[in-house]
């Protein structure tokens, strides 16, 4: 199939190595695997913080640019959720019906990695290899928004040489929350700890999750405690071979 | 414990989350009611529709009301009660006061009622020199103690029970009494002291849950049986309820009555249930008035987003999953609604120049729509609300925050600018240094956080170079 | 106050400009799908309805008829010391115990009743899903402080009384009379999350199930 990459503005600066395994495993899997290069960023920043007249320009251009795309996939929930969630409230609260009727359209076509693996192609065992003991974290848009359910789980189950492990109150917000992290950087704080606390009682190695967002903060709280624990993103660990 | 001035959620929270006593009580309260809730739901294999019902006979509630309160107000009086309509906690309390007032009555008992809390009833009356009994347990050991409620449906949590002991040893316990403090010993004191109560003031004060416009029903839900006291010894009767609180029809409370137990004692049914319709003769009070209070909800009502907020059944589910809520606690809050539909309402009832740091309250989990039994959906209401804070904010010139966040969607609208602001960040080496020495707003992530080394080459320099035939990254 | 009725109405109208004014409030849909009745035989409605009553610490016991009734009555008034017993006034003849002070609750005051050491009614209805019984202000269930002020209440149901569900339950009592709804023992929960049977309400809640 051909897929077309959305790779969000956050892992495309911040954490290109989850694109660059996104590809290599699709590739690896048989696709084809596009990057329309004039993709910026969803909006998500702007509307979840209250800017929803940035975040609509920004809707307008994702439209536009995906536009002839049949299957988009993103490596991350919370903004596979933004489109598909959020993106109808952005077009309802701009009053503006076709970009309503585009964006309703668009959200049948995105899909975070792990619903496009099981449930687009069809595939729990994407050929990995990566021996080290991994717990992982649901995250909440996967979890309430997007309701992926366990396909990450049954995805990570068939890497072989992997020792999964469950995480304990896995439901439970890391405290990111995007600007909440800075705004409200205590109970955030108190949040992570707890998170930590759980990924630290698995005795895994790495922590994975569907969102680098979300392993930015507890990565960050994980390196700062010194406590030998990383965080690696899915699509990293399904590239992984021999 | 009160503050006449708001320190902002931050503040509050910070302090709050220090009180390792409130943590832990909090902590042990939520974890548990929220087990309980979530094995008589799953007992259930028609909840998502009960739910559904809910929200829908809210939503058909909302929209009409007006008619809905012309036909409660009718069939209470047909029924042989009294409708007084107060614009605010003034109106309501000096309705209430003149009634006490009207009857000689220095002395009032009282149901637990957020609403009373809401427009501060108890001060009111003292100002009027009349005493109100609160006699809820927990609202007794609040007022006993001067304090102030932390949590919707168990106020006293964050006390423990040598506190209690204490307390009631000050206040209640008679000369050379002494105090234990099994929970059981101290219930049977509050137990006596009202009992007191219960046989001898003339009048009574209730909130509602449900008023049904049908047939001019009230319905108070309970556990300790001082609502059945309060609403049946007195010989009057006074019933102060928000206008939210209507229901069409008498059969309309099977969805509610299945619905509120489960979500918010996680029992299949409360322990005692009200239901009475003005004055029957032979039985319980002689005078009965109904005090329909508004005190800003027709602003909530206005904002058609918005609106659904008023679908709140004040169950408490939403607290109690709420991972921002059982690490602050109530008082964070700083206001009568705590939590996730305080983080919505209170802003709407009090205005955002009051409470503007509520609406970011929150990480936008999602747990609490999970869970709401009339599918409030807080994540949007909130990130609406942040929309009006913004919009507020865009008044003022040059606020940093829309000035920054004015430049981010700049440099996000073509390709070119984005890609000029990525090498920015890149050679800055701002995010490089990892520890604290990054400016504000990024300090606060620092505070406790490592950053991460920004990379060398971004995906799409590695994507075109890859076009490029220049090998992998 | 004067005025305020029609200003809070017309903030209202105001506020729901939004609404269309050809709607009706019928126009906006509700879907009832949920279960309205049990679908189970009577026997194991009744058995339910004992588990659940039981479950919230009150005492059930099955009778099957009026004199076994009288009897399980008069066992309990001895085991809890009752001399004197507050009776509904519609409550019948034969299920009245022997050896207790029957008094006919002809106007007692609140004083009076909370001297006495229990009451003796019967009720309208019972909910099996939830063991809840109701009581509606009548002969049989009394009026409400009958059952409220005396420690310890005995409540006499009939087997064709109890219903599967709230639903059911708000189909039988009559709307405009006081309604009680009434799942266990008082309790409160609120030192130190300790569930504490009884501050206000009757303590002890006793249930004859007659069948």
């Known amino acids: 199939m051909r897929i077309s990459l959305f790779i969000t503005c956050f892992n495309d600066t911040l954490f290109p190595r989850t694109g660059q395994a996104t590809v290599e495993l699709l590739e690896r899997l048989g696709h084809e695997v596009t990057f329309p290069e004039e993709q910026t960023c969803c909006g998500q920043m702007h509307f979840n913080t209250g800017y929803s007249d940035e975040a609509a320009a920004l809707v307008r251009r994702f439209v536009r640019v995906f536009a002839d795309e049949e299957i988009i996939v993103c490596p991350s929930g919370s903004c596979a959720g933004m489109v598909r969630d959020a993106y109808p409230r952005v077009a309802e609260q701009a009053g503006d019906d076709q970009l309503a009727n585009e964006v309703a359209a668009l959200g049948s076509r995105v899909f975070e990695l792990s619903e496009l693996l099981v449930d687009k192609l069809e595939v729990e065992d994407v050929g990995a290899y990566y021996p080290h003991r991994v717990t992982y974290h649901p995250t909440c848009h996967s979890l309430r928004l997007l309701r992926v359910g366990d396909k990450p789980l049954r995805l990570l189950r068939a890497v072989r040489g992997i020792d999964l492990v469950e995480l304990e109150e896995s439901?439970?917000?890391?405290?990111?929350g995007g600007t909440f992290a800075v705004k409200n950087p205590d109970v955030s704080t108190a949040m992570l700890a707890d998170k930590i606390r759980h990924v630290l009682d698995t005795r895994a190695e790495v922590c994975s999750a569907a969102d680098n967002s979300c392993l930015m903060h507890i990565g960050g709280g994980l390196a700062r405690l010194r406590t030998g624990t990383r965080t690696v993103h899915l699509a990293e660990i399904l590239a992984a071979t021999e | 414990m009160s503050r006449t001035e708001r320190l902002g959620f931050p503040a509050a929270a910070r302090e709050a989350l220090a009180d390792t006593q409130l943590r832990r009580n909090i902590g042990k309260a939520t974890q548990t009611i929220r087990a309980k809730r979530a094995a008589v739901v799953e007992e259930l294999d028609d909840w998502e529709e009960l739910r559904e019902a809910g929200r829908a006979i809210k939503e058909r509630t909302l929209r009409h009301l007006p008619a809905y309160l012309e036909q409660l107000?009718?069939?209470?009086?047909?029924?042989?009660?009294?409708?007084?309509?107060a614009r605010d906690g003034a109106e309501a309390n000096a309705i209430v006061a003149g009634i006490a007032e009207a009857h000689d009555s220095r002395e009032i008992i009282k149901v637990k009622s957020l609403a009373s809390d809401e427009i501060k009833f108890n001060e009111a009356m003292a100002a009027r020199g009349i005493s109100a009994w609160e006699t809820d347990l927990a609202e007794l050991i609040i007022q006993l103690g001067d304090d102030e409620q932390s949590h919707i449906l168990v106020p006293a949590i964050h006390r423990n029970r040598a506190e209690i002991r204490e307390l009631f040893q000050r206040t209640l316990a008679a000369e050379g009494e002494q105090v234990t403090d099994e929970p059981a010993a101290l219930a049977e004191l509050a137990r006596k002291h009202l009992r007191r109560k219960f046989l001898s003031v003339p009048v009574g004060v209730s909130g509602a849950n449900f008023c049904v416009a049908e047939t001019g029903t009230i319905c108070v839900v309970e556990s300790e049986g001082n609502g059945r006291m309060c609403t049946t010894l007195p010989r009057v009767l006074v019933t102060i309820a928000g206008i939210e609180k209507v229901l069409p029809t008498w059969g309309d409370l099977e969805v509610f009555l299945a619905l509120l137990p489960r979500s918010s004692t996680g029992e299949r049914m409360n322990p005692y249930t009200s239901l009475w319709s003005g004055v029957t003769e032979g039985d319980g009070p002689e005078e009965f008035h109904l005090v329909l209070l508004d005190n800003g909800r027709s602003d909530v009502l206005a904002d058609d987003f918005a609106r659904q907020t008023l679908n709140c059944i004040r169950c408490s589910a939403c607290l109690n999953v709420c991972p921002v809520y059982e690490r602050t606690g109530g008082h964070a809050y700083e206001s009568v609604y705590p939590g996730p539909i305080g983080a919505i309402l209170t802003p709407q009832l009090v205005g955002l120049d009051e409470a503007g740091t509520l609406p970011y309250a929150s990480s936008l989990c999602g747990a609490c729509y999970e869970v709401c039994?009339?599918?409030?959906?807080?994540?949007?209401?909130l990130v609406h609300l942040r929309g009006k804070v913004v919009a507020k904010k865009r008044e003022k010139r040059l606020d940093p925050e829309v000035a920054a966040l004015k430049t981010a969607a700049f440099a996000f609208s073509t390709r070119g600018r984005y890609e000029r602001a990525q090498k920015l960040s890149r050679g800055q080496k701002v995010l490089g240094r990892g520890r604290g020495s990054v400016p504000p707003p990024l300090s606060a992530w620092t505070g406790a956080r490592d950053l991460p080394e920004v990379p060398t080459q971004t995906f799409r320099e590695w994507w075109r170079g890859r076009a490029n035939g220049h090998g992998g990254g | 106050m004067p005025g305020a009725r029609e200003e809070m109405m017309g903030r209202l109208r105001a506020a729901l400009g939004d609404v269309p004014p050809e709607e009706t409030p019928l126009d906006v849909a509700v879907t009832r799908d949920y279960d309205r009745a049990l679908d189970m035989p009577v026997s194991d409605r009744l058995a339910m309805f004992a588990e659940r009553v039981a479950e919230y610490r009150a005492t059930v016991h099955r009778v099957a008829g009026p004199s076994e009734l009288a009897d399980a009555l008069g066992e309990a008034c001895e085991r809890h010391g009752v001399r004197s017993l507050v009776v509904a006034v519609g409550v019948p003849e034969d299920w009245r115990p022997a050896g207790v002070d029957v008094l006919d609750d002809s106007a007692l005051t609140h004083a009076e009743l909370d001297a006495a050491d229990g009451v003796l009614t019967?009720?309208?209805?019972?909910?099996?899903?939830?063991?809840?019984?109701?009581?509606?202000?009548?002969?049989?269930?009394?009026?409400?402080?009958?059952?409220?002020?005396p420690d310890l209440h005995l409540c006499v149901i009939e087997?064709?009384?109890?219903?599967?569900?709230?639903?059911?339950?708000f189909e039988r009592v009559t709307p405009g009379l006081p309604v009680t709804l009434i799942s266990g023992p008082s309790a409160t929960s609120d030192i130190e999350l300790n569930r504490v049977e009884?501050?206000?309400?009757?303590?002890?809640?006793?249930v004859f199930l007659l069948d």
């Open chain 2, 373 to 381: 039994p009339v599918k409030i959906d807080i994540p949007s209401v």
């Open chain 3, 122 to 149: 019967g009720c309208a209805a019972g909910i099996a899903l939830t063991g809840t019984i109701a009581l509606e202000s009548g002969p049989l269930s009394g009026r409400r402080a009958i059952s409220l002020l």
């Open chain 3, 159 to 169: 087997a064709e009384q109890v219903l599967g569900t709230v639903s059911e339950l």
């Open chain 2, 73 to 85: 107000e009718a069939s209470v009086t047909a029924a042989g009660g009294r409708v007084h309509w």
């Open chain 1, 171 to 176: 439901r439970e917000c890391c405290g990111f």
């Open chain 3, 198 to 206: 009884g501050v206000h309400g009757p303590r002890r809640l006793e």
